[in-house]
């Protein structure tokens, strides 16, 4: 993808920062392993393929309507102005139309936020030393704040939404039994929302 002619030449900078945008939100591959006849063996990751990807020299043109809705996403992007409403738009989408990066339970908040936080800066701090670990990272990390880490969020990117179910406690729903259902959610969510961050 290339600036058109009328172009100014900062949109090439400005493409750099969408596909970083574009990173926060993109799903791990998807490993699939298969059998096939007289016990052949199949296996093989998948990765979504993305518009904003960086293109592959081995990766097949991408087919017609992509290149025609690709231009018309260079086109929107010509001016500064027009950069601008892109920004304000995926700014104030994400956290609307994104689905979660993560979803947890945890009976003192304050204490996993702070934990959160460690992991993010211990992952962030090494990364900063040892880049050539992120997509390790990305993919295996141990914790929510290193896969965060990994793919470049900062936090001032992240919040946290919180579904506080401490009124709900009475003689009939004791905190065991609120922590229970939480975690019944917990498990259901993921499998609605598959947050990227979340546990592997």
Known sequence: MQPSPQGDQAIDGFLRLLRRY???????????RGRGSYGAAWEG????????????EEAD???AEEDKRL?????????????????????MAAPVFSSPLYIGVAENLRERLRTH????????DWLREHPEDAA???AKGKTFGARAAARNMTMRQLEAWVIDLGDQED??????????????????????????LGRQ
Do not use: C, N
């Open 136 to 138: 390790e990272v990305r």
């Open 61 to 63: 043109s991408s087919p």
């Open 117 to 124: 936080r460690r992991d993010f800066t211990k992952a962030y």
């Open 22 to 32: 574009a990173g926060y939100y993109e799903p791990l591959p998807i490993s699939l």
């Open 45 to 56: 990751d998948l990765e979504l393929d993305t518009p904003l990807r960086q293109p592959d």
């Open 71 to 91: 231009a018309i996403l260079m086109d929107s992007l010509d001016s500064q102005e027009r950069r601008r409403v892109m920004a304000t738009i995926l700014e």
């Open 171 to 196: 003689d009939a729903l004791t905190l065991k039994h609120l922590r229970h259902t939480a975690q019944s959610a917990e498990w259901l969510l993921h499998r609605l929302y598959a947050p990227i």
